[in-house]
């Protein structure tokens, strides 16, 4: 009797739920009739469905796009339908053999689409697919690459062959063919008051800007594809708003150094003025390649060590002017620029054939050894990375190619730059031509990953191109941010000590500082805009290659009414 019980039980729990699920799936389906009843909103529902899927990607199509020839005449198995996706509605009402001119989808009609396009949650082939590229030529990966990098250094060994004069912060070269056996001595030559502003003011600032525009316009929107995203300019405001950010911080850092006067050098005491320009004379140069460790000398560093615990320097009678020759710094504080001790030079050139001895035959000094090794490392981690990101840039679009190209040109020229007023002009020039082939190197490297990336299919692990532009945009951001921003900064500090040098006025240098903080701000806002108007006009005709591969496929998409106007 209890088991009678129990199973009368069972059957009316189970009618129930039946019954409760019968209607459920009845009001299910009843609204959404009320809310999918014609092509318009089905269409809408089943983009939504997709843009959901694939991130909101608004533009792009799927991956394996259903074939309806086959699904029509019934030429398909279990496993093309498991791997396809129905493109748009229209594709997916043709294949169950409706017309979206004159449709009205009824609770029946819904209960026979809802599976297809449900699936496409699902489905593999229904993932995003980014617009379709032509494959790359040899010519556009490899010929115009080549030409554009031998292109871009030999115009920088021209302009460094005609105005190399003007980059010798510190020459030893000339300076050293006066020098006799007898008289070590170590000689700098400064550059003009008007090279230092035009390299520090412009060039830098420019630099700096053009690396900051190309790393936010260009790199971070292709890292995360947010061009194929959308049809507007939102993400170049996007960007503009990231760079003023940066901006915000270093100009405020800009006002506050002008108006405490971080920058300045005060004198103690008012009769302490003439004792301090003394002493800032030759001390600043000194300590600049000091730091530097490109202090060239026939002697070595201990006799430069001995000169300045002294405290004693050399006095010019008339003020240095560039063309002047080079500074003469004795070896030792009891000698003068035209008479040095004998007995001295001799001790002295005694003690540097024991070092040479004991060091070898090494003719370099150990700091320019240093530095040369230095600059080959620097030089060849920038050049492979920048090589790298030229190739991957021609091999994804021309026109990034080219603000690539544009970047590597402006950044280089700063580098070599600096380079050459550090060293001499021979090892300048030869590490120059020494990055040339660093710069190959990264593009051979960057045309591999290409290759690599056109042939999935091989058990190889291969970078895409968005990783490369990952790694291009972390190197000029640290550049930009970390190099070249501090040297804007503390540039006005060196170029303080140089006006006080040459006797300027407190208004004269006040007006000069108020020029450095002009034209560093005017050169880096002139960078960003040109690699914005860059970035907008790749904008403008990336869209047009976008509403014609779009509109080709789904007509019904509001922007195709507005492209065929044009």
């Known amino acids: 009797m209890i088991i009678c019980w129990y199973r009368l039980l069972y059957l009316i729990s189970s009618t129930l739920i039946y019954v ?94 809802l599976p297809a396009i449900l699936y496409t949650i699902e489905n593999p082939g229904c993932s995003r697919k980014s617009l379709p590229t032509s494959p790359y030529s040899l010519f556009s990966v490899w010929i115009l690459g080549l030409i554009i990098i031998f292109l871009i250094k030999l115009i920088h060994l021209l302009i ?22 007898e008289n070590p001595i170590i000689r700098i030559r400064s550059s003009s008051l008007k090279y230092r502003l035009w390299v520090g003011l412009c060039l830098n600032s420019f630099t700096c800007g053009i690396m900051l525009g190309t790393a936010i316009y260009h790199l971070i929107p292709h890292i995360y594809a947010v061009p194929n995203e959308n049809f507007d300019y939102i993400y170049l405001l996007r960007a503009t708003i990231i760079f003023f950010g940066v901006y915000l911080f270093f100009i405020v850092e800009k006002l506050l150094r002008f108006r405490f006067k971080i920058d300045e050098t005060q004198p103690e ?54 063309s002047n020759p080079p500074a003469r710094i004795p070896l030792h504080n009891d000698s003068d620029d035209e008479d040095v001790d004998s007995s001295v030079n001799q001790i002295s050139i005694d003690k540097e054939k024991d070092l040479h001895h004991h060091h070898g035959s090494n003719t370099l000094p150990h700091r320019t050894r ?68 660093f710069l190959l190197c990264g593009y051979l490297t960057g045309g591999f990953l290409i290759e690599l990336n056109r042939r999935p299919n091989i058990n190889l692990f291969f970078i895409e191109k968005e990783y490369i532009y990952s790694i291009v945009y972390g190197a000029l951001f640290y550049t930009a941010l970390v190099t070249l ?64 591969y ?15 106007k044009f």
């Open 370 to 437: 240093n530095l040369i090794f230095y600059h080959l490392i620097n030089d060849f981690s920038n050049d492979l990375i920048y090589g790298c990101g030229l190739c991957t840039a021609f091999a994804h679009d021309y026109f990034i190619g080219s603000v690539i190209s544009f970047m590597i040109f402006i950044e280089g020229f700063r580098r070599h730059s600096q380079t050459l007023s550090i060293m001499s002009r021979q090892r300048g020039v030869f590490l120059l031509l020494i990055s040339i082939v």
């Open 20 to 113: 409760s699920s019968v209607s459920l799936d009845s009001i299910y389906l009843d609204s959404i009739q009320r809310n999918i009843s014609d092509y318009t909103s089905l269409n809408n529902f089943y983009r939504s469905i997709l843009q959901d899927l694939r991130q909101h990607r608004l533009i792009d199509t799927v991956a394996s796009p259903i074939n309806l020839s086959k699904i029509r005449s019934h030429q398909y198995d279990e496993e093309y339908i498991k791997t396809s996706c129905y493109e748009t509605a229209s594709d997916l009402l043709a294949a169950h053999g409706y017309d979206k001119s004159d449709v009205n989808l009824s609770i029946s009609d819904l209960q026979s689409l």
């Open 550 to 564: 779009v509109c080709n496929r789904d007509s019904s998409r509001i922007f195709c009414h507005r492209h065929s």
């Open 485 to 548: 921003i501090p040297e804007l900064n503390i540039f006005g500090h060196h170029l303080q000590m140089n006006l006080k040098k040459a006797n300027q006025t407190t208004k004269q240098r006040r007006l000069i500082k108020v020029l450095i903080l002009i034209c560093q701000n005017l050169f880096l806002i002139i960078g960003v805009i040109i690699a914005l108007v860059l970035a907008s006009i790749w904008r403008y005709y990336h869209r047009i290659h976008i509403y014609e």
């Open 269 to 322: 005491e008012a009769h302490h003025d003439e004792e301090e320009l003394h002493n800032l004379s030759d001390t600043s140069i000194v300590q600049m390649a000091k730091m530097h460790g490109t202090l060239h000398t026939n002697g070595y560093v201990s006799h430069l060590n001995y000169f300045t615990n002294q405290h004693e320097y050399i006095q010019d009678d008339q003020p240095y002017k560039h």
């Open 160 to 181: 460094f062959v005609i105005i190399g004069d003007r980059c010798l912060l510190i020459n030893s070269i000339h300076n050293s063919k006066n020098d006799s056996h």
